[in-house]
């Protein structure tokens, strides 16, 4: 049940948008002011998570190491598993970012009978993983040329290289295919392993259908029903979203306004969900901290202000008490005057 739910919410939302749009005036809505409502929570969303996660304190020195520190000068230090200065953190945020390595030092374990526990490498996850996030972007920056005018070289030389293997007519798109197989891979490991199945919730398959969904529905317009998409219609719309000039001068394909649609949930959903690790990973403690903690001082942020109470203020706070159990002190009590 923990993947129906998301499923059957995903095609109630392709229903919802693929009926309403056949009502006149609906255009409009789906067209111009959810995708500038979608925007707004995004952007807004975005930024509060990030400001909200930036302004928490970090108590302690918590990066997480898996190498040898820095030590003696003939010990030889893991600069990316125990970075201790700024370049060093730089290095092993890049690697992390752009080429996921902790998935790529990603290990299974089994137990097999004996009983006897193994950890074997496992790289199919970082392989697919890697698929899906990059064939992601490569999609999002082709989409620029709806809303360039003109189409920055960048954006058609991408466009040319996704499109170089010339397969069919129209040209099938590289990244259309590793972005769908990377979404099922992702779908076929929560439900296939037992303890990522276990650990699953609805909001892990919801993004999964979700961007599932917005796929199908853009490879049907390319291979499909081409003959009822109008890109000249579609791209006035777009640049007329980004001018603030927006128009629907014609009919667009109710296709056209469910892949919208579905894009326009994905942009909503995505501050309050587990996809903003996209944002939090620049954040994350474990990997932004440089293990300096023999170095450098860490001043815990949650500690209250507590002032030095040195031995001499302590005495003389406590002197007849320490005198009475017997105890020496530095200073003796003062004599006291007579009656």
Not at 203 to 227: C, E, H, K, Q, S
Request: net charge positive; glycine share 6%.
């Amino acid at each position: 049940m923990k993947y129906a739910f998301p499923l059957a919410a995903v095609i109630a939302l392709v229903l919802l948008a693929l009926i309403l749009v056949q009502i006149p005036g609906m255009q409009y809505l789906f067209g111009v002011a959810i995708p500038y409502l979608a925007m707004a929570l995004f952007l807004g969303g975005f930024c509060y998570r990030i400001i909200h996660w930036a302004k928490s304190p970090v108590p302690f020195k918590i990066p997480t190491t898996c190498g040898q520190g820095f030590s003696l000068p003939w010990i030889k230090q893991d600069k990316l598993e125990a970075p201790v200065n700024t370049a060093q953190v730089v290095a092993r945020m890049f690697l992390e970012i752009f080429l996921f390595r902790s998935l790529w030092r990603n290990t299974k374990a089994t137990v097999y009978d004996g009983p006897k526990l193994t950890y074997e490498s496992s790289k199919w996850l970082w392989l697919f993983g890697i698929l899906f996030h990059y064939s992601f972007l490569v999609i999002v920056i082709r989409h620029m040329r709806l809303f360039l005018d003109p189409v920055p070289w960048p954006v058609a030389f991408m466009e040319i290289g996704d499109s170089l293997l010339q397969i069919g007519a129209p040209t099938m798109y590289t990244t259309d295919v590793t972005l769908v197989l990377g979404l099922l891979f992702l779908f076929g490991r929560r439900l296939m392993n037992p303890q990522v199945r276990y650990i699953s919730l609805a909001n892990d398959y919801f993004p999964l259908f979700l961007i599932l969904g917005i796929a199908f529905t853009g490879i049907l317009m390319r291979f499909f029903v081409r003959t009822d998409v109008d890109i000249n219609a579609i791209k006035q719309l777009a640049v007329g979203l980004v001018t603030f000039h927006p128009v629907i001068v014609t009919k667009i394909s109710s296709l056209f306004y469910v892949h919208l649609f579905l894009v326009c949930v994905l942009l909503a959903y995505f501050p309050f969900s587990k996809l903003m690790h996209m944002g939090g990973v620049f954040l994350s403690p474990t990997r932004n901290l440089a293990n300096d903690s023999r170095m450098k001082r860490h001043i815990n942020p949650w500690n209250p202000e507590i002032r030095p109470h040195s031995y001499a203020g302590y005495e003389d706070e406590f002197r007849a008490d320490i005198i009475e159990q017997g105890i020496p002190v530095e200073k003796e009590l003062p004599p006291q005057a007579n009656d």
